[in-house]
């Protein structure tokens, strides 16, 4: 059983950059879809950024598109999250977790982690 565990998160100013990490145990992450999630207060939890088990494909949401950027380390069996740019709106706990197939965002395949809360200020 794979558990996944995001760090990273934290307090930061409109404008600020942060770097969110999702580190996996039990089962190489390495022949899985991966993707970011967010769940703000109130809200749903929402699709943010995917990428293909190579790494050779991402995609975003359309609202955080230009500034945030994912990426993989297969190896170290970790996938990071660079959000620059960042805005109040992107105040959210934020998860990590595999879909089950290209664009089919909220079928996955394992269970939800903790979570890392990113705080945005202004």
């Known amino acids: 059983q794979v558990q996944l565990v995001e760090s990273g998160g934290g307090l930061v100013q409109a404008g600020g950059s942060l770097r969110l990490s999702c580190a996996a145990s039990?089962?190489?992450?390495?022949?899985?879809?991966m993707a970011w999630y967010r769940q703000a207060p109130g809200k749903e939890r929402e699709f943010v950024a995917a990428?293909?088990?190579?790494?050779?494909?991402?995609d975003y949401a359309d609202s955080v598109k230009g500034r945030f950027t994912i990426s993989r380390d297969n190896a170290k069996n970790t996938m990071y999250l660079q959000m620059n740019s960042l805005k109040l709106d992107d105040t959210a706990i934020y998860y990590c977790?595999?879909?089950?197939?290209?664009?089919?965002?909220?079928?996955?395949?394992?269970?939800w982690g903790q979570g890392t809360q990113v705080t945005v200020s202004s």
């Open positions: 977790n595999a879909p089950r197939a290209w664009r089919r965002w909220d079928n996955v395949a394992h269970e």
């Open positions: 039990g089962r190489s992450l390495s022949s899985y879809h």
């Open positions: 990428i293909t088990p190579s790494g050779g494909v991402t």
